[in-house]
């Protein structure tokens, strides 16, 4: 498989097959390895069977929603990418997706602009290889102090692992957000759901915590 930024692995869900056939033609055409589900279950099955870059998926559809199968990737399938195509009636849920972190970004559609979707989807897998780059940088981390890795990190996915690490280092919302390319209210939320799943008042016990994995 591709794992580059000229051959991504990309997986798209549509429920409109003329338009599955248009997009796939087009980015394989550009080299990238193409997959295509006409169904959220059906992505679901074929994110089972092997990684995926970038997921580029249609917000409405027919039995699971873009939304639904956003949140199963943000639990099992982390650290693929989300990409929302979404028509004008479900902007607002596109929006709240994007706002809470989850989706890499979202496009309207029908696209007209495939060189614009082609920078989106370049920009989803940059963001895949900063959380890989992550998870093998703790990974050096407990190896190098002899270490098992604390409980609570697995109750973490990456995005909020590489938050906590760039709040170890002494960042605030917003030079997080700068770096991440969110909102401050974006990474407010998320540092909230963090001290929840840690467990901890606030930021300076999750500052100790931090620096307890070796994430600074």
């Known amino acids: ?3 580059t930024l000229e051959k991504m692995v990309l997986l798209l869900v549509d429920d409109d097959q003329t338009q599955l056939d248009a997009l796939s033609g087009w980015l394989g055409a550009l080299g990238h390895e193409v997959v295509t589900a006409l169904d959220g279950a059906s992505a679901l099955a074929l994110l089972a069977e092997g990684p995926f870059d970038v997921i580029l998926t249609d917000l409405a559809m027919p039995g699971m929603s873009g939304l639904q199968l956003l949140a199963i990737v943000k639990e099992r399938f982390l650290p693929t990418q989300v990409v929302f195509l979404s028509g004008q009636g479900t902007m607002d849920d596109a929006i709240a ?7 890499y970004d979202f496009l309207r559609k029908p696209i007209y602009d495939f060189q ?16 890989l780059l992550v998870k093998d940088m703790l990974a050096r981390e407990v190896k190098h102090t002899d270490q098992a890795a604390p409980d609570w ?4 996915d990456l995005a909020e692992i590489e938050t906590l690490r760039l709040l170890g280092a002494g960042l605030d919302n917003r030079a997080i957000a ?7 209210k974006t990474i407010g939320n998320r540092l ?13 016990q999750a500052i100790v915590l931090a620096h307890g994995a070796g994430l600074r």
Do not use: C, N, W, Y
Not at 153 to 156: F, K, N, V, Y
Not at 178 to 184: A, F, H, Q, W
């Open 192 to 204: 909230t759901r963090i001290f929840q799943k840690l467990d901890v008042p606030g930021r300076a």
């Open 1 to 3: 498989m591709g794992r």
């Open 116 to 131: 614009q979707l082609h920078q989106v989807l370049k920009g989803a897998m940059r963001r895949r290889q900063e959380l």
């Open 178 to 184: 700068d770096r991440l390319g969110l909102s401050p």
């Open 153 to 156: 990190l697995a109750s973490l």
């Open 97 to 103: 997706a994007l706002r809470e972190g989850g989706a």
